[in-house]
């Protein structure tokens, strides 16, 4: 893989652990209770585990976690997020 799409594949994955991090958040706060919201909320955070390991591929082990850590914290730093 070349260098630039190595890093255009870590950008999407980032967005996409961005998604789904909003994605399951959002289904804290949403109309839906009980089993329906454990369901959708878990689907997302299996879904971030999936982009890990990609990233784990990419990357390594350790810069992947870095990354994964870095990208939640940024939604939760950003106006709207959780912090």
Do not use: C, K, W
Not at 1 to 20: F, G, K, N, P, V
Not at 45 to 70: K, W
């Amino acid at each position: 893989m070349h260098a630039h799409d190595h890093h255009s594949e870590i950008a999407r994955l980032r967005q996409r652990i961005t998604e789904e991090y909003e994605a399951a958040t959002r289904g804290l706060t949403g109309l839906a209770t009980g089993f329906a919201t454990h369901q959708f909320i878990t689907q997302r955070m299996e879904h971030i585990g999936t982009y890990h390991e990609t990233l784990q591929h990419l990357v390594g082990e350790q810069e992947a976690i870095r990354i994964v850590a870095e990208t939640l914290e940024a939604v939760q730093a950003a106006p709207g997020g959780n912090a």
